[in-house]
């Protein structure tokens, strides 16, 4: 499964930005996560969501993100608003479809005035 990332940018704090993971093939019964890692920091996770639907978040990402999934385009997109400085990091998308892991290439979002 090959995850292509995309929709990162410089971004004002208090802004928006939609990030998407595309997958190669049917993510319908695929777990599928955002991930994010700032320079000189441990990737952590930001936000996943099930196969039917249930979402986890970081508590320092809820009620700014949501994540989503349209299983007809393959693709999984993270909404970000409010941002803040310390947001800016390197996204990665990750599936996770039976016992194998799948890692995206990353976007960078930077946020800055």
């Known amino acids: 499964v090959q995850l292509q990332a995309s929709g990162g940018g410089l971004v004002q704090p208090g802004g928006s930005l939609r990030l998407s993971c595309a997958a190669s093939?049917?993510?319908?019964?695929?777990?599928m996560g955002w991930y994010r890692q700032a320079p000189g920091k441990q990737r952590e996770l930001v936000a996943r969501?099930?196969?039917?639907?249930?979402?986890n978040y970081a508590d320092s990402v809820k009620g700014r993100f949501t994540i989503s999934r349209a299983n007809a385009e393959n693709t999984v997109y993270l909404q970000m608003h409010s941002l803040k400085p310390e947001d800016t990091a390197v996204y990665y998308c990750?599936?996770?479809?039976?016992?194998?892991?799948?890692w995206g290439q990353g976007t960078l979002v930077t946020v800055s005035s």
């Open positions: 969501i099930f196969s039917g639907g249930t979402t």
């Open positions: 093939r049917s993510i319908r019964s695929m777990e």
């Open positions: 990750k599936a996770d479809w039976g016992v194998s892991t799948y």
